[in-house]
């Protein structure tokens, strides 16, 4: 492990692996190196890119400073894209490619590329998202962090019963720790609206992938976030959901990241760059 100090002194763990172009890989809400999918996406993609994989800041190896901000997690990126040679691709996973949006509109060309795979984000309000952030807030106000985590597994659709099996498994309690970090994705998630407003700051080729069975809303979403992007595209992984089998994901990265649209189900939506404003399938 290396580690990078951040423009206002927290200092974030990272692994670098493989050799090629850089890759930064951005995790998700309750997810770090240890426990979450991108160490092994990372072993996948090493072939072709170096990556990197990292703890966002309150998380794993990494400390934090409080208050929290949405530019300070941006800032921990640019201090990443440093040590990566001063230039990298994004990749942002979940809540992660909120993230991951909101650093390639604010940090221009420093960022070469930037991919996201299903951003939890709606095209129209949705009142359980504030409804979440509401009782998010104050379970953590009052260091109610197994409330916290309860409310996050049921809002990533997880059934009471399941969330109730899940108390007394390691995936839990690795959740709990970092668990004043949910209210982190969900101030990058806003009001679980489309960013427009970061969507067309970015000026770099973005690919949006989303699964053949994810929640249509998530399907929805993507599609017009690759309309809405003005260099963006569409991708559809066939026989894939939310929890996407890594394989097929690290296929698409390395595809699409060198400009080409991988096997499966490309969007006529996006599959060519297009703006907020192209014209409805």
Request: aromatic share 6%; hydrophobic share 45%.
């Amino acid at each position: 492990m290396a580690t990078v100090t951040s423009r206002d002194g927290t200092v974030i763990g990272f692994d670098q692996l493989g050799t090629g172009p850089a890759l930064i890989l951005v995790d998700g809400a309750g997810c770090y190196r240890d426990a979450g999918p991108l160490r092994s996406l990372a072993a996948l993609l090493a072939p072709g890119f170096t990556v990197y994989t990292y703890d966002r800041r309150g998380r794993g190896a990494s400390s934090d400073t409080l208050p929290f901000s949405v530019d300070r997690e941006i800032d921990d990126v640019q201090a990443l894209i440093g040590a990566a040679g001063g230039r990298a691709a994004l990749f942002g996973m979940s809540s992660g490619g909120a993230l991951a949006i909101a650093a390639a509109a604010r940090l221009g060309p420093v960022i070469t590329d930037l991919a996201v795979h299903e951003v939890p984000v709606s095209i129209e309000l949705d009142p359980a998202a504030l409804k979440y952030s509401r009782e998010l807030a104050d379970a953590l106000a009052h260091d109610r962090r197994a409330d916290a985590v309860a409310l996050f597994f049921d809002r990533v659709g997880l059934q009471a019963d399941q969330v109730a099996s899940l108390r007394h498994t390691p995936a839990w309690a690795s959740v709990e720790a970092i668990a004043p970090t949910l209210a982190y994705d969900d101030a990058v998630l806003g009001d679980g609206l489309l960013p427009y407003q970061r969507i067309e700051a970015v000026r770099v080729p973005v690919t949006v992938l989303s699964g053949e069975f994810a929640p249509e809303f998530i399907r929805e979403s993507a599609r017009a976030m690759a309309t809405a992007f003005p260099l963006g595209r569409h991708v559809e992984l066939a026989g894939q959901s939310h929890n996407v089998d890594l394989t097929v994901l690290a296929t698409a990265l390395s595809t699409v990241l060198r400009g080409a649209v991988p096997p499966g189900r490309p969007s006529t939506r996006g599959a060519e760059p297009s703006g907020r404003d192209a014209a409805q399938d």
